[in-house]
T-cell receptor, first 112, second 113 residues
């Protein structure tokens, strides 16, 4: 069974804090890796792809360790608008197509 | 920015009734998907669709479910005889290539009573 595991949180942090989320995945043949953001009762929205070399997008840094099957997301200088659930997502090749496997998400609340 | 649109945003139906959830994927996308999210649970894959046929389906996607692309723009999910446990948020997604990112619609909240 293919699983993506995340710490559910919640993480309650003050504005300006740095916060890190971790994720592990079980399928070593997974092809691509992503962080999505989901606001309450809304659709998942792609935050960033994750590459083995690590990648950064403004205040967000993502890392992938294929050997450990571990993915991380670092948010620096947290803003109130960062409050959301962060979903670790893995793309896997199935028998006929690719499909996304989602973690349950880590809830972040940024407090004034 | 191109969007995936879904209608209705909320559907309430009685157990045993048929429902059709509608989606308009991004116009130049070729790969279409349905996912669902039961309240408080993770987003789960239902089915993928390419070239007018199902590419893959999950265990959830049993005989009660079907998908169709009735014309050049719509992509529908039909649930033949709804059960209470079908209550969930149903998300449509599309992508331009199978390895690329997906764009999700804003979802249809299905409530079976």
């Amino acid at each position: 069974r293919k699983e993506v595991e995340q710490d559910p949180g919640p993480f309650n942090v003050p504005e300006g804090a740095t916060v890190a989320f971790n994720c592990t995945y079980s399928n070593s043949a997974s092809q691509s890796f992503f962080w999505y953001r989901q606001d309450c009762r809304k659709e998942p929205k792609l935050l960033m792809s994750v590459y083995s070399s690590g990648n950064e997008d403004g205040r967000f840094t993502a890392q992938l360790n294929r050997a450990s099957q571990y993915i991380s997301l670092l948010i620096r200088d947290s803003k109130l608008s960062d409050s959301a659930t962060y979903l670790c997502v893995v793309k896997e090749a199935g028998a006929g197509s690719y499909q996304l496997t989602f973690g349950k998400g880590t809830k972040l609340s940024v407090i004034p | 920015e191109p969007e995936v649109t879904q209608t209705p945003s909320h559907q309430v139906t009685q157990m045993g009734q048929e429902v059709i959830l509608r989606c308009v994927p991004i116009s130049n996308h070729l790969y279409f998907y349905w996912y669902r999210q039961i309240l408080g649970q993770k987003v789960e894959f239902l089915v993928s669709f390419y070239n007018n046929e199902i590419s893959e389906k999950s265990e959830i996607f049993d005989d009660q479910f079907s998908v169709e692309r009735p014309d050049g723009s719509n992509f529908t999910l039909k649930i033949r005889s709804t059960k209470l446990e079908d209550s969930a948020m149903y998300f449509c997604a599309s992508s331009g290539d199978p390895g690329g990112g997906y764009t999700f619609g804003s979802g249809t909240r299905l409530t079976v009573v």
